[in-house]
């Protein structure tokens, strides 16, 4: 019921989000089915391991109940919003928590070369790229999906991640190598 509400327009999503500041359960459970799957691919930008990634969206979501009072409704899309800065704050938590930003280990991409061109990337499947920025390692991840997903600035993820700020710059063209060497390493693979 709750998901035809979601995607029929903004005033059934502020119909869901009463019934959820309500306490009403399927309200609940409602906007759990409208946004898991969605909320999941976020934070699966920044956690590769499965278990850890269902523990994260766990800690998201309760955060998000927990909280959803506060939350002031500012048009369409404003819910979705909100929900992802949470989960995108609890992904980095967790990094912060298990060490996970401190090093740049490179994990065999050592010998790629910084002097790279950036690929087109029209002809590879979206899941495919995701699936190559959950590989990096875990620091140019966090700074490649602060940067290139959530919009913010080298001096917000140096805030953020507390890194210099021209860490932050070197991460993200680091990252982007590594993207770039994958992407040729995958068309290569497709012609053989």
């Known amino acids: 019921m709750y ?3 979601v995607n029929n327009g903004k005033n059934n999503e502020q119909q869901l989000l ?3 500041v309500a306490g009403k359960q399927a309200a609940m459970r409602g906007l759990y089915d409208c946004y898991a799957r969605y909320l999941s691919a976020v934070v699966a930008r920044y956690i590769p391991d499965e278990d850890d990634l269902k523990d994260v969206l766990q800690n998201s979501f309760v955060k998000i109940f927990t909280m959803i009072n506060k939350f002031q409704y500012r048009g369409e ?5 909100w929900m ?3 989960a995108v704050n609890e992904s980095l938590d967790w990094i912060a928590a298990n060490k996970q930003v401190d090093g740049f280990a490179e994990n065999g ?3 790629i070369t910084d002097d790279y061109e950036e690929p087109n990337v029209d002809d590879i499947p979206m899941p495919v790229i995701l699936e190559m920025i959950r590989h990096l390692p875990a620091g140019y991840r966090s700074v490649f999906n602060l940067y290139v997903f959530e919009g913010k600035s080298h001096r917000e993820i140096a805030r953020t991640l507390n890194i210099k700020e021209d860490s932050s710059a070197s991460q993200l063209h680091r990252a982007k190598a590594i993207l770039a060497y994958q992407i040729n390493e995958y068309r290569q ?3 053989d």
């Open 3 to 5: 998901l035809s509400l």
């Open 18 to 20: 009463a019934d959820v």
């Open 77 to 81: 899309g404003s819910l979705k919003a």
């Open 84 to 86: 992802t800065r949470i």
């Open 109 to 111: 991409y050592d010998a």
């Open 189 to 191: 693979h497709l012609k």
